[in-house]
């Protein structure tokens, strides 16, 4: 069963560092989001992705924040100058259609912490 | 705005015990989605089910049942016969049908299933 593939699982960083998390989709989905969950915590919407421009953002995806798929199969998002408080696992998600029609599909996560 | 309440922090039952986990939502769309997803202790996030707002008939798959009941905002979550493997967070979610959909998640419930 295809699935959305994320890398690396798990990244340590200096903070003020800048990181890029990467992930590649499911090859025939159309949507694309980053979700973050900081531990114990539920998991939070980021960022949207459709057609190769942002869909949709939350408060949390401040300018600190990028998104990207600089060729047909990844997905990335970068975080400019790393803080503290970015330590969380982030999910990337991928769906074939609009979410409510068609369920968005998770990756394994990348555990990112912030030293 | 949408939120998903999950009240149950935490639930600890014997194995092959049956358990219900509650979710109760909010929505100012008349069209929206629940979905059901789990997160095991390795982190990932499975989705389980995926249900419209106009089709409220309950669905039993195996050992799991949803009951999802418009008139009170509630879509619950039924695993019959627990197993050890069953441990796992149980998050509920909301997607509207307006925009692209973005999940709103519950704070989620952590089951524990022991022998």
């Known amino acids: 069963e295809p699935e959305v593939t994320q890398t690396p699982s798990h990244q340590v960083t200096q903070m003020g560092q800048e990181v890029i998390l990467r992930c590649v989709p499911i090859?025939?989905?159309?949507?694309f989001y980053w979700y973050r969950q900081i531990l114990g915590q539920k998991v939070e919407f980021l960022v949207s992705?459709?057609?190769?421009?942002?869909?949709?953002k939350s408060e949390i995806f401040d300018d600190q924040f990028s998104v990207e798929r600089p060729d047909g199969s990844n997905f990335t998002l970068k975080i400019r100058s790393t803080k503290l408080e970015d330590s969380a696992m982030y999910f990337c998600?991928?769906?074939?259609?609009?979410?409510?029609?068609?369920?968005?599909?998770f990756g394994d996560g990348t555990r990112l912490s912030i030293l | 705005a949408q939120k998903v309440t999950q009240a149950q922090t935490e639930i600890s039952v014997v194995e092959k015990e049956d358990v219900t986990l509650d979710c109760v939502y909010e929505t100012r769309d008349t069209t929206y989605y629940l979905f059901w997803y789990k997160q095991p202790p390795s982190g990932e996030l499975v989705f389980l089910i995926r249900?419209?707002?106009?089709?409220?008939q309950n669905e039993i798959s195996g050992r799991y049942s949803w009951n999802f009941q418009k008139s009170t905002s509630s879509f619950n979550f039924t695993i019959t016969a627990s197993q050890v493997v069953d441990s796992a967070v149980y998050f509920c979610?909301?997607?509207?049908?307006?925009?692209?959909?973005?999940?709103?998640f519950g704070k989620g419930t952590m089951l524990l299933v022991s022998p």
């Open positions: 979610a909301l997607s509207g049908y307006s925009g692209y959909s973005t999940l709103t």
């Open positions: 998600a991928s769906s074939e259609g609009l979410s409510g029609v068609q369920p968005q599909h």
């Open positions: 249900r419209n707002s106009f089709d409220e």
């Open positions: 090859s025939n989905h159309l949507y």
């Open positions: 992705f459709y057609n190769n421009e942002i869909s949709e």
